[in-house]
């Protein structure tokens, strides 16, 4: 037995990239930003590793740590959805599929939600929408910048109806922060779909994305059910929303600090605090 | 004419009395009685199978082919109707109807999805799908209500927006996106009927408004039944416990504070009686027009904001 678990432990040290399938250290990755050496593909990122990435060291400061969903539907298809609530938050440690902190970014201040797409798909239920609706009021109250960081398949089918409210009440919330006259950084990593593309993520002052991430209204295989062939190359890709005309910047890694504290500082200029 | 498998008992009856009656025409017979038994027996069948459908006949209803769609509630309801075209960037989006017009007096601006009455109609209406166009030819609309401060109602009728390589082209995504975001900032009364498929994000697009409505066998979700079953069951066999599990009709809805009111239906179904479903569509949109016509701006849009705001969060 314990031998099994050193075992595991030393297994985990080693990441395999999905797309070239080459092994790497942990502390390797790490420090190239989660970005294969090999292949240069982009590793998906949990919450937590996006904030060590992204903030400016020891600065953020998490809050409504403890929102989390209550099942009010009841919902159970295979599995009860309480059960699969149970298994993301034991692999997750979180509550939730989105973390809210106060904190400065290239040593710009402002609130900052990160999804996480470990968290049952970064989908959003009702209690999700409840923290964006909540962070967006934090910056309001604080009078800085809101960045939100969207890695989510969309709505949280087991929460029904109350999942797709969650896009007008997030909505609703930016507009409020937008008459206010702070600035609002949304930025999309792989993947921003379905719901939570079709509302705030879709809404920022600027909206910058990561490369190639898969960002779409529909899935791809929904759109090829109903138009019966299959997709162009680079569909509902970054590069392919950039050339379109529905993003502002594709953003490398190591640069998006720069890049959301050049924003915030330029549009938070003149705030009056 | 299309009738469901459990309408057909209802219409069988209805034959039996036309029958009768072009008997009684043609040969002078005295058949009061005997169609009286038959007309008591038809509406003791529909108040019995309507007044508990199970959600599987309510689907079937919500989406009945002779529905009334948004156009007929305009005949019905709206005056001196006109309706305008185009998003002024791309097209013409036939699956949205748009257009200006009077209820009772009061002058409206009126979005709504429309679906097409044959195979022909429907292939014309891309079966009530919409495309980025039509949700950016409502936001001009609203900014035109804004602007002339005319109070906007919607009817909502979709399986969904369109999922197709034109419409990721054009921005779906934001297109609906900036829907929900300009819909929450126009500064006139907005009141939404939900008429039939209220389905996922297509239908959010134009409901973002004070006061929802939901016609009693209409339903409203976050994916249609069928899609969640071959998400979640992994197979679409099971979208009447998807619909179940989902909670997608209008009492389920009104219990969880999604809707502010469930819309009373004809016996039998909107189909079967479009003035008197229409009737009772606008009594309910003119007296929350009186209500929120009555508001200043500024309380409007703080009652409107407090509506958003405070939704699902009383089930944290
Ligand atoms: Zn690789």
New binding site residues.
């Given amino acids: 037995m314990a031998l099994f678990k050193r075992k595991k432990k030393e297994e985990n040290k080693w990441v395999k ?1 999905k ?2 399938s ?1 092994t790497f250290y942990v502390e390797e990755l790490e420090q190239n930003h989660w970005i ?1 050496p ?2 240069s ?1 982009y590793f998906r990122i949990s919450a937590a590793n996006r904030i060590k990435i992204t903030v400016d060291e020891g600065t953020f400061k998490e809050f409504d740590t403890r929102m989390t969903t209550k099942d009010p539907l009841e919902f159970s298809d295979l599995k009860p959805y309480k059960d699969r609530l149970k298994e993301a938050i034991a692999k997750t440690k979180r509550k939730e599929a989105v973390v809210n902190g106060v904190c400065k970014i290239d040593n710009e201040p402002c609130v900052l939600s990160v999804m996480d797409f470990s968290f049952l798909g970064g989908s959003m239920g009702y209690a999700t929408g409840e923290k964006l609706v909540r962070a967006v009021e934090k910056a309001m109250k604080l009078k800085i910048g809101l960045v939100i960081i969207s890695a989510s398949g969309g709505a949280r089918m087991q929460e029904g109806i109350l999942s797709l409210m969650q896009m007008e009440r997030v909505s609703a919330a930016l507009s409020m922060l937008s008459k206010k006259g702070l600035p609002y950084i949304s930025f999309l990593t792989d993947p921003t779909t379905g719901g939570v593309a079709a509302s705030f993520s879709m809404l920022g002052d600027i909206i910058m994305a990561e490369p190639n991430a898969l960002i779409g209204f529909a899935g791809p295989r929904v759109i090829e059910q109903t138009i019966g062939r299959g997709l162009p190359e680079g569909f509902q890709r970054s590069e392919f929303l950039l050339e379109k005309g529905f993003i502002d910047v594709i953003v490398e890694r190591k640069d998006v600090p720069k890049y959301i504290g050049k924003f915030l500082r330029f549009f938070s200029e003149n705030v009056k605090k | 004419m299309f009738v469901l498998d459990f309408e057909k008992p209802i219409y069988d009856i209805e034959e039996r009395i036309n029958s009768l009656k072009h008997m009684a025409e043609e040969k002078g017979i005295d058949v009061l009685e005997e169609i009286e038994v038959l007309e008591n027996k038809k509406n003791s069948i529909l108040e019995e199978e309507f007044n508990n459908l199970s959600i599987d006949k309510v689907i079937k209803l919500a989406r009945h082919p002779n529905r009334p769609y948004t156009l007929d509630y305009i005949k019905y309801i709206v005056n001196d109707f006109t309706e305008i075209h185009g998003d002024r960037v791309f097209a013409d989006d036939k699956a949205i109807i748009t257009g200006f017009g009077y209820i009772d007096n009061q002058k409206v601006a009126v979005l709504g999805h429309q679906k097409g009455k044959n195979t022909k109609d429907n292939l014309y209406r891309n079966f009530g799908m919409s495309n980025p166009e039509g949700y950016r030819k409502t936001q001009r609309v609203m900014k035109l209500a804004q602007k002339f401060n005319i109070p906007i109602v919607t009817f909502v009728d979709t399986p969904g927006a369109y999922p197709g390589i034109g419409a990721e082209e054009r921005g779906q995504s934001e297109a609906i996106a900036r829907n929900l975001y300009t819909m929450f900032e126009t500064e006139v009364p907005i009141i939404v009927t939900i008429t039939g498929e209220g389905g996922s994000g297509g239908a959010l697009a134009i409901s973002g408004g004070d006061v929802v409505g939901m016609l009693e066998f209409s339903i409203y979700g976050v994916i249609s039944p069928e899609g969640c079953s071959s998400i979640l069951w992994r197979d679409v066999s099971h979208s009447i416990d998807a619909a179940n599990a989902m909670k997608i009709g209008a009492k389920d809805l009104y219990k969880l504070g999604v809707i502010d009111e469930i819309i009373k239906e004809p016996l039998g179904g909107a189909h079967r009686n479009y003035e008197e479903a229409a009737l009772n569509v606008k009594k309910f949109i003119v007296k929350n027009l009186n209500e929120l016509t009555k508001l200043k701006k500024s309380a409007l849009l703080e009652r409107r904001w407090r509506k958003w705001r405070n939704m699902t969060t009383q089930l944290l």
């Fill in positions: 990239c797309n070239c080459e294969c090999n292949c593909s």
